[in-house]
């Protein structure tokens, strides 16, 4: 199998890696509060790097300290396509105690970058505006406009970042094709490399329960109406909950693609064969399998009762719902009242957070054309399509029939298991050779597809 190899003397590597180290080094860390993030010290950043190029720079902040910055290389062409290419600049927090580095030091180590966000995703973000700069200074002039992207608040709920600008500068971050996080992950199978493109993320249905019961004294339990004990049962129920399972087309796509032998192909699209495989699969890769083919129901949180000698009368039980492509409202409170049974009517639902499933069609330029660029990376590899268990700022363009992909280009050293724990894990780091591949990747993208 062909591999490109990256100069290592590239200046663009040499480029990727400091302004990674800076990225990482501002520790726009988003705890989901507004006056954390800070991600104007990035935006800053970033605009200064791209200052005096041929890219017509704008910074939106619609909280102080929370700027995003877009940046735009208009086509000569107005029929042609735009690509946006977006990186997030926020963080999720860290426990330094169980890091081996300081996780905002942004040190190169044997050739790796430490610290938060060297995966999720500061590397791409580096990276493409690495990407962008060169484009420009190269004299690229294509028919079709290049837009790059560097958004806050992702990490908590797009609020300050890619939802406000969705709604509010639509205009600006409009494009035919966006490209951000999450994907291209080497993984070796029987057929080749395959490299997951990810073109859907599951919904959130996030519930609080409000389970009813008498209050009554502690010392006299006999035949109390308990709320505690009512959601014990309804936490029970939930989880031996079973809802079918569904063999949505991204997930055929994927299992046909992956070059499985029939024996285990078979039962993964399979309604009846696909549960009794999983037990027979590292744990892992079941719990993603799993999360990818069903609706997934996981009580999280309980607070009730008031004193240690008082029968409670109220408990309420917090439910992180996951839904798949395609199921609306309905249907979920169907299945949540279905799993409750008989305690449905002991039991208030209300929906703290309803963000529906989103997906992209497989079948397009966008598709094409990482494809065809793959092969100068990984002759003979395959993109092979994914839906992400997690959510990304990707919904956000979905929603207004934007077709969105996840993916980057990670050399063989990163594995498909050691990126994903350390995906807001400890001792997130990257190698100087995939932030090479990833500049490298955006180039020939933009190049492929809007020239
Ligand atoms: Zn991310």
């Known amino acids: ?63 102080p300290g929370r700027a995003s910055l ?17 990186g997030h600049t926020d963080v999720v927090p860290v426990n330094p105690d169980g890091w081996r580095h300081d996780p905002f030091a942004g040190e190169l180590i044997d050739g790796e970058v430490w610290g938060r966000g060297a995966v999720d995703m500061l590397n791409l973000t580096a990276s493409m505006a690495v990407a962008a700069r060169h484009l420009a200074e190269s004299g690229f002039n294509p028919a079709g406009t290049l837009i790059y992207l560097a958004v806050a608040d992702e990490e908590a709920s797009g609020t300050y970042g890619a939802h406000w600008l ?31 493109v990810i073109v859907g993320e599951k919904g959130c249905y996030w519930c609080r329960l409000r389970v009813h019961g008498t209050p009554g004294h502690g010392s006299q339990p006999y035949r109390t109406d308990n709320a505690l004990v009512t959601a014990a049962e309804v936490v029970r129920r939930l989880d031996t909950f079973q809802p079918g399972t569904q063999i949505h087309d991204v997930w055929r796509r994927f299992i046909t693609s992956m070059g499985y032998p029939p024996e285990v192909t078979e039962p993964l699209l399979s309604t009846d064969g696909l549960d009794d495989m999983l037990e027979s699969l590292p744990l892992g890769m079941a719990r993603q399998f799993h999360a990818c083919t069903h609706t997934t129901f996981a009580p999280t949180m309980a607070h009730g009762g008031t004193k240690i000698n008082v029968i ?20 979920v409170a169907a299945l949540l009242a279905e799993a409750l049974g008989d305690l449905a009517d002991r039991v208030d639902v209300e929906v703290v957070v309803s963000d529906g499933s989103t997906a992209s069609p497989v079948d397009t330029p966008l598709w094409d054309s990482l494809s065809r660029v793959s092969q100068t990376f990984y002759e003979g590899s395959q993109t092979v399509p994914y839906l992400t268990v997690g959510a990304t700022d990707s919904r956000f363009f979905r929603r207004k029939g934007i077709t969105a992909y996840g993916y980057g280009m990670f050399s063989e050293k990163m594995s498909f298991e050691d990126y994903g724990s350390m995906f807001h894990g400890d001792d997130e780091r990257i190698d100087t050779e995939s932030l090479g591949l990833s500049v490298a990747l955006w180039d020939r993208v933009a190049r492929d597809l809007l020239e």
Do not use: W
């Open 166 to 196: 969705a709604d509010h500068e639509g205009d600006a971050v409009s494009a035919d094709y966006v490209i951000t996080e999450s994907g291209g992950i080497p993984i070796p199978s029987p057929t080749g490399l395959k490299l997951p």
């Open 312 to 331: 409670p009368d109220t408990v309420d039980l917090e439910v992180d719902i996951r839904t798949l492509p395609g199921q609306d409202d309905e249907a």
């Open 70 to 86: 877009v940046a735009r290389l208009e086509g000569r062409d107005p029929e042609a396509p735009t690509l946006l290419l977006m």
């Open 1 to 63: 199998m062909g591999v490109t190899r990256i100069d290592a003397d590239d200046q663009r590597t040499d480029e990727v890696t400091d302004l990674l180290q800076q990225l990482i080094r501002n520790a726009c860390v988003n705890d989901g509060t507004p006056g954390t993030g800070g991600e104007s010290r990035s935006a800053d950043l970033l605009a200064d790097y791209l200052d005096g190029s041929a890219f017509d720079v704008e910074r939106y902040e619609p909280e």
